[in-house]
């Protein structure tokens, strides 16, 4: 595989959007624009219905992104903010726990920080009620 061919985020198969959840997975791949549009439209239509989502990322390395996409996450950040309800961010990157800290009484959302050891626990507290 060459680094043109490195794949930047995906969804998992826990993604589940008629349930409100958002599972992606991130790596050392690029990440532009066009690709992450659908998940802008999530973002954007459960604000207008006024439905939560509940986001489980799983940090495996940090993606190559273009300053096109840092401008869309900026325009769009009233969206994500209203409509996080919860974030497990899944990761074994020692700065995961600073930057959930850092953000958690920034936001609405409760942020916790899972190593890739606890991913079951953070699946279970995504889907818990």
Do not use: C
Not at 96 to 111: N, R, S
């Amino acid at each position: 595989m060459t680094d043109a061919d490195k794949v930047g985020w995906w969804l998992l198969d826990m993604d589940d959007e008629g349930a409100g959840v958002l599972a992606y997975g991130i790596d050392d791949g690029e990440i532009d624009e066009d690709e992450i549009a659908p998940i802008w439209e999530r973002f954007e239509s459960a604000e207008a219905r006024g439905d939560k989502i509940r986001i489980y990322a799983e940090m495996h390395a940090m993606p190559s992104v273009s300053g096109g996409l840092i401008v869309d996450k900026l325009k769009r950040l009233k969206s994500i903010m209203s409509t996080v309800e919860r974030f497990a961010l899944v990761g074994d990157a020692g700065w995961l726990g600073i930057y959930t800290k850092l953000v958690d009484p920034i936001t609405k959302a409760e942020i916790k920080h899972f190593s890739f050891d606890e991913s079951e626990q953070a699946k279970n507290w995504i889907w818990e009620t």
